[in-house]
């Protein structure tokens, strides 16, 4: 699984680092700056998935 963060659709909501710090880094501003898809570890697919589902604008992308 490999995850990102669409900067258009994100608006700093900050849901995404609440649920999976180790993967959502906020920008001074509060948003997730996550441009380039990365691979995330096999523990870490449920937080990512859960990430994916209360982020409010669908800014997370998953890619299977
Ligand atoms: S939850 Fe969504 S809108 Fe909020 S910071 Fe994360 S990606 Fe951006």
């Keep these: 699984m490999k995850v990102r963060v669409d900067p258009g659709q994100c608006d700093g909501y900050g849901k995404c680092a609440k649920v999976a710090p180790e993967i959502f880094k906020l920008d001074e501003f509060g948003y997730a700056s996550l441009d380039e898809a990365v691979e995330v570890a096999a523990d870490m697919h449920d937080k990512v998935r859960e990430a994916a589902k ?4 669908n800014a997370v992308i998953i890619e299977e």
């Design 54 to 57: 209360v982020c409010p604008s």
